[in-house]
């Protein structure tokens, strides 16, 4: 039972309006939208929900007016942690259709029937007293035969993943004769006022996924025991996404709460994080997102960040030490919690980087955290901010670490030393993830008969951007070529003969990988693969020389292969094709060996040097660095 004071306010008296409705939203699992799509023919105008007897509700005219009176319940009430544990039905009746539905519970708490009394009693005054009892209930369905809905539930029993979501508040929705609803107002639980959202709802029933790698054109160059595939993706034309194609994404901030940090926890959170979850929805379909704090120890602030506004009522905690781990461990298990294999997750880590208490964010307690990631089939993306004048080789090595899906419009890091420099930084970052994830296509790679260089094992991913190839490289023994797979299907592989640019395409691809893992692990950590790459470079000058010289003379192809210990591709008019072009391009080798060698040159702990280094590693001779 709830005890209620009911409010005496002087609001407008209305008619009901069935294009409005103040409900209750339930995130959009893929499997509620598939069932939906399929059973529910108010699919494309209602965004999974449920009522709570305020539907239809007054007109919006009127709302502004309603909006205090909202809010006013919403203040005295808490985010509760609701589920999704099984379906149910009202069945078919002569003259009504029967409705399938997904039940909510709130594990005996007692919370939904208290908001539901709130409400009733205080914003619809008792007027919408109903005959049936309230039962909460997220539609999957409508059917006209009861056979017919039996089987189906009866199918959906036998499979059914409860889910389990944070409601945070309530949300107004309006929608026009021919358009679906679209969320104008949230009312969050606890909070003092109202906040505008204006956002549309967009039926999606399809997960989202890879774009279809039988797409993809796969070049392939054989060179020194080294195979070198280039994959390219049409993409998706025109630079952007559809609205009904656009990407999920969730923003995941996890920031800094340490005394070393200071005023700068607001600064960033209000301008970088603040940012983070107000990405263009016209490009991205952004769900809401979450926000951890760590100092001595992790929180989450929230789990149901629905815009940029939400987060200026964030309430930190007193500043302390810093336990980076305790927020790792933190956001890993709310990441996990979340599950969605539909969704992009954006992790950005706002730190100046200094743990001083707790245990230790060793490489072997991440290597843990990564197996649960993969293990649950996540992409995640993560972004590291260094803030302040911090040592940015923690983050890198959490980046490093965690990051199933590298995003290739990214700088590695960001450097923010005072907030005057955050808005640029947000700017670069907002950037950076659209054309990522609206021009993008993440890969699954594997191969057989040979390792990814970068990785050193058989597995890794890629990133394909519209209009440019990934480059993939993998060592393997001279003779026959490895296979490539690509989200789990055989590539279909084109042979080309190697140009000299071939190097220097691989260095550049490399290069920044690996200067990551430097920032995380140390110079010493690359070592093997830098000399690896070096040999790759003085084999492949000696190749190209050794074909000028054959070019001009009589040797059979079979002859040059005893001498290179490599059996060319191609005419004879293809080599002295080479040859001719190896005179031009013999500096490439040189300026290849001069990345590497930078690449092994110290780097100290300041972030600024750190920040350098890594965005000029992509600039002729790393000029920036």
Same mark, same amino acid.
């Given at each position: ?51 709570? &007897? ?40 002569? %003259? ?30 008792? #007027? ?170 992790? #929180? ?35 990441? +996990? ?114 390792? +990814? ?38 590539? &279909? ?47 492949? &000058?000696?190749?190209?020389? #050794? ?11 079979? #002859? ?20 001719? %072009? ?44």
């Amino acid at each position: 039972k709830a005890t209620v004071s009911v409010l005496n306010w002087s609001a407008p008296r209305a008619t009901m309006d069935p294009t409005t409705a103040l409900t209750c939203l339930v995130p959009c699992d893929a499997a509620v939208q598939r069932v939906r799509s399929a059973h529910d023919t108010a699919f494309v105008r209602w965004p999974p929900h449920f009522n709570i &007897d305020c539907f239809p509700f007054f007109p919006r005219e009127v709302h502004e007016a309603w909006a205090p009176r909202i809010q006013a319940v919403c203040q005295g009430m808490r985010p509760m942690e609701l589920r999704l544990p099984g379906v149910g039905q009202f069945p078919v009746r002569k %003259k009504a259709a029967g409705t399938l539905y997904a039940t909510v519970c709130d594990g005996g708490s007692g919370a939904l029937a208290d908001m539901y009394a709130r409400v009733q009693a205080v914003v619809c005054e008792g #007027e919408r007293a109903q005959a049936r009892p309230f039962t909460p209930h997220v539609t999957l369905g409508r059917f006209t035969s009861q056979d017919a809905m039996d089987a189906v539930q009866g199918k959906l029993a036998a499979g059914w993943v409860p889910v389990g979501f944070t409601l945070a508040g309530l949300t107004l929705i309006v929608r026009g004769k021919e358009t679906p609803f679209t969320s104008v107002m949230f009312f969050p639980f606890g909070g003092a006022a109202p906040v505008v959202v204006n956002e549309p709802y967009v039926a999606e029933a399809a997960d989202a996924g890879a774009c279809g790698t039988s797409e993809c054109a796969v070049r392939m160059s054989a060179l020194c025991g080294h195979y070198i595939y280039r994959i390219a993706h049409p993409g998706r034309g025109g630079g952007g996404c559809a609205a009904a194609e656009r990407p999920q994404v969730k923003s995941i901030l996890v920031i800094d709460n340490s005394g070393s940090m200071g005023r700068l926890t607001a600064d960033a959170t209000l301008s970088i994080g603040r940012g983070m979850f107000g990405l263009p929805p016209d490009r991205l379909k952004q769900l809401p997102g979450m926000v951890v704090c760590f100092a001595d120890k992790a #929180e989450v602030l929230s789990r149901d960040v629905r815009c940029p506004a939400h987060v200026d009522g964030l309430k930190f905690p007193r500043q302390g030490m810093t336990n980076i781990t305790a927020g790792i461990d933190t956001a890993v298990k709310a990441l +996990l919690a979340d599950g969605n294999t539909a969704v992009h997750y954006l992790i950005t880590f706002l730190s100046d980087g200094a743990h001083n208490t707790g245990p230790a964010c060793t490489v072997e307690y991440l290597e843990r955290q990564r197996k649960m990631i993969d293990a649950a089939g996540l992409s995640v993306s993560v972004i590291v901010v260094g803030v302040g004048r911090p040592d940015t080789s923690l983050g890198m090595r959490i980046k490093t670490a965690l990051e199933t899906v590298p995003m290739e419009a990214l700088e590695s890091v960001y450097y923010a030393r005072s907030a005057g420099e955050m808005p640029g930084v947000l700017a670069a970052l907002t950037d950076g993830c659209v054309d990522s994830l609206c021009k993008g296509t993440p890969v699954d790679l594997a191969v057989e008969g040979g390792v +990814l260089v970068d990785t050193g094992g058989c597995r890794g991913k890629a990133f394909l951007m519209d209009a440019a190839e990934a480059v993939v490289v993998v060592r393997a023994g001279v003779g026959r070529a490895p296979r490539l797979m690509l989200d789990g299907k055989k590539a &279909d592989v084109v042979e080309q003969p190697p140009l000299p640019s071939l190097v220097m395409d691989v260095v550049d691809a490399l290069v920044p990988k690996l200067s990551q893992r430097k920032i995380a692990h140390g110079t010493q950590q690359i070592k093997g693969v830098v000399a690896g790459l070096e040999a790759l470079a003085d084999e492949a &000058d000696a190749y190209f020389a #050794e074909l000028k010289k054959k070019a001009g003379g009589d040797g059979s192809e079979q #002859e040059l292969a005893d001498v290179l210990g490599h059996v060319p591709m191609g005419p004879a008019a293809r080599l002295r094709l080479l040859a001719k %072009k190896q005179k031009q391009e013999q500096t490439l080798f040189a300026e290849a060996r001069n990345k590497l060698r930078l690449l092994l040159a110290a780097v100290g702990n300041n972030s600024a040097q750190q920040a350098a280094y890594l965005t000029g590693m992509g600039k002729k001779f790393a000029a920036k660095a």
